[in-house]
Antibody, heavy 117, light 111 residues
Framework: QVQLQESGPGLVKPSETLSLTCTVS????????WSWIRQPAGKGLEWIGR???????NYNPSLKSRVTMSVDTSKNQFSLKLSSVTAADTAVYYC???????????WGQGTLVTVSS | QSVLTQPPSVSGAPGQRVTISCTGS?????????VHWYQQLPGTAPKLLIY???NRPSGVPDRFSGSKSGTSASLAITGLQAEDEADYYC???????????FGGGTKLTVL
C-alpha cells in the first residue's frame, strides 16, 4: 500500500511563499496524478490542483495565479508552492494520489501550515 | 459556498439507517461526472469510502452504499455504529470551473 507524507515549514509569513513536499513510499510515483488539497480549521476540503508524473498540471482557477507544482520522479516526491500567502491560506494541506479518474485513492496524514508574522 | 450541497449534519441511533445527500448542477453531477465519497474521522485525513457513484474500495464494509440520480447523489449507511461518527464529503468534477469540487461536508452523529 502506497504511503504519502507531507513535509515543510509549519509557519509562513504573510506575502511569502508556502512550500511543501510530498514523499511517496511503498510504490512508484510514475504513471499517476498527484493532488494537493487543503482544509482550513473546522471547514471543508478545497482541491488546489494536481500534477502528472510527466509534469503536466491542472490547477484550481481560484489559486492558479499563485500555485506551482512540480515532480521529482528520482526522489519519488512532488511539491507545492503557493506564493503571496495571507492568513486565508492557513490550513491543513494534504497530498493525495489520483489514478486519473478524478478522485483521490490515497492520502497523506496532512500538515498544518499557519500564515502569521 | 460549496459547489456541491450537503446537509451540515445528520444523526441516527446505533443500528439505524441514515442517508446523506449531495446536490449539484448541470455542470457537475448532472453532466454525468461521477460522485465519490470520503469519510474523515476526527483528527485524521479523509479516506475514500465510495468511488464511481456506487463502488466500495477493498476493506470498506457493505453497510456503506452510494447512488446517483440526475443532479444529486446519496450515501447510505445501514446498521449504524459508533465508529461511523465522522464527517462525510462528496466530490465530483465541475466542467464549467474545470476543478475537482467537494461538498461542504456532513457531520454524522451516532446518538
Amino acid at each position: 500500500q502506497v504511503q504519502l507524507q507531507e513535509s515543510g515549514p509549519g509557519l509562513v509569513k504573510p506575502s511569502e511563499t508556502l512550500s511543501l513536499t510530498c514523499t511517496v513510499s511503498g510504490g512508484s510515483i510514475s504513471s499517476y496524478y498527484w493532488s494537493w488539497i487543503r482544509q482550513p480549521a473546522g471547514k471543508g476540503l478545497e482541491w488546489i490542483g494536481r500534477i502528472y508524473t510527466s509534469g503536466s498540471t491542472n490547477y484550481n482557477p481560484s489559486l492558479k495565479s499563485r500555485v506551482t507544482m512540480s515532480v521529482d520522479t528520482s526522489k519519488n516526491q512532488f511539491s507545492l508552492k503557493l506564493s503571496s500567502v495571507t492568513a486565508a491560506d492557513t490550513a491543513v494541506y494534504y497530498c493525495a494520489r489520483d489514478r486519473g479518474l478524478r478522485f483521490m485513492t490515497d492520502w497523506g496524514q496532512g500538515t498544518l501550515v499557519t500564515v502569521s508574522s | 459556498q460549496s459547489v456541491l450541497t450537503q446537509p451540515p449534519s445528520v444523526s441516527g441511533a446505533p443500528g439505524q439507517r441514515v442517508t446523506i445527500s449531495c446536490t449539484g448542477s448541470s455542470s457537475n453531477i448532472g453532466a454525468g461526472y461521477d460522485v465519490h465519497w470520503y469519510q474523515q474521522l476526527p483528527g485524521t485525513a479523509p479516506k475514500l469510502l465510495i468511488y464511481g457513484n456506487s463502488n466500495r474500495p477493498s476493506g470498506v464494509p457493505d453497510r456503506f452504499s452510494g447512488s446517483k440520480s440526475g443532479t444529486s447523489a446519496s450515501l447510505a449507511i445501514t446498521g449504524l455504529q459508533a465508529e461511523d461518527e465522522a464527517d462525510y464529503y462528496c466530490q465530483s468534477y465541475d466542467s464549467s470551473l474545470s476543478v475537482l469540487v467537494f461538498g461542504g461536508g456532513t457531520k454524522l452523529t451516532v446518538l
